[in-house]
């Protein structure tokens, strides 16, 4: 078993940034994949980024070229770096071990 913490969320502009982290209650390295999903008021919750082993990674359509998604096995965290953010990036993200064990979630809005 394994308990998520994620933080980082905030308020952002369109076209700014923010980077996602996700600390977990035990050591990753055994975890063989991480994911980070969104989930919009009315709507399902979906994939954003996952990887695979150390460095294997995949995006949804919707993210690829902004996002990127990284472990560091060292600090039990994984990590969603976002960049030129739009409006319809706004959700609240999970992260996601093994398929598995969900995080509580943060909040990304992105307004002017």
């Known amino acids: 078993q394994v308990q998520l913490v994620e933080s980082g969320g905030g308020l952002v502009q369109p076209g700014g940034s923010l980077r996602l982290s996700c600390v977990a209650s035990?050591?990753?390295?055994?975890?063989?994949?991480m994911g980070w999903y969104r989930q919009a008021p009315g709507k399902q919750r979906e994939l954003v980024a996952e990887?695979?082993?150390?460095?294997?990674?995949s995006y949804s359509d919707s993210v690829k070229g902004r996002f990127t998604i990284s472990r560091d096995n060292a600090k039990n965290t994984v990590y969603l770096q976002m960049n030129s953010l739009k409006p319809e990036d706004t959700a609240v993200y999970y992260c996601?071990?093994?398929?598995?064990?969900w995080g509580q979630g943060t909040q990304v809005t992105v307004s002017s």
């Open positions: 990887i695979v082993g150390y460095d294997s990674t």
């Open positions: 996601l071990a093994n398929r598995h064990y």
């Open positions: 035990r050591s990753i390295s055994s975890i063989y994949n």
